[in-house]
């Protein structure tokens, strides 16, 4: 059984930093990719940044460019979301999902395949 588990999220003040986990079971950790993405209430999804395992290619969202950082640990089947100098626009529930894969450009990516998402974790930025 494939599984996607989120921690990290929290309460934060604008202009403060997050980390976000997603631990990953019941997958080749190296043959997919990892995607964060998130959801602010009444809003679509919206993909916030994927790394790929296979070659460490790695797609940041126009919104988050330069703010977060995506990174795993392989042994550990375990990819974090760093964010900093966050702001109010930035609360959402924020998923991370397992994908086959993960393309794009500077400031947009899109996942193809399958995927396989988490329950998410809540990121609440006061101003």
């Known amino acids: 059984e494939v599984q996607l588990v989120e921690s990290g999220g929290g309460l934060v003040q604008a202009g403060g930093s997050l980390r976000l986990s997603c631990a990953a079971s019941g997958i080749t950790f190296d043959d997919y990719g990892i995607g964060w993405f998130r959801q602010a209430p009444g809003k679509e999804r919206e993909g916030v940044s994927c790394?790929?395992?296979?070659?460490?290619?790695?797609y940041y969202g126009d919104s988050v460019h330069g703010r977060f950082t995506i990174s795993s640990d392989n042994a550990k089947n375990t990819v974090w979301l760093q964010m900093h100098s966050l702001k109010p626009e930035d609360t959402a529930v924020y998923y991370c999902?397992?994908?086959?894969?993960?393309?794009?450009?500077?400031?947009?990516?899109?996942?193809?395949?399958?995927?396989?998402w988490g329950k998410g974790t809540l990121v609440t930025v006061s101003s």
């Open positions: 790394l790929n395992m296979n070659d460490g290619s790695t």
């Open positions: 999902a397992a994908v086959t894969g993960c393309s794009g450009y500077p400031g947009s990516f899109y996942y193809y395949g399958m995927s396989y």
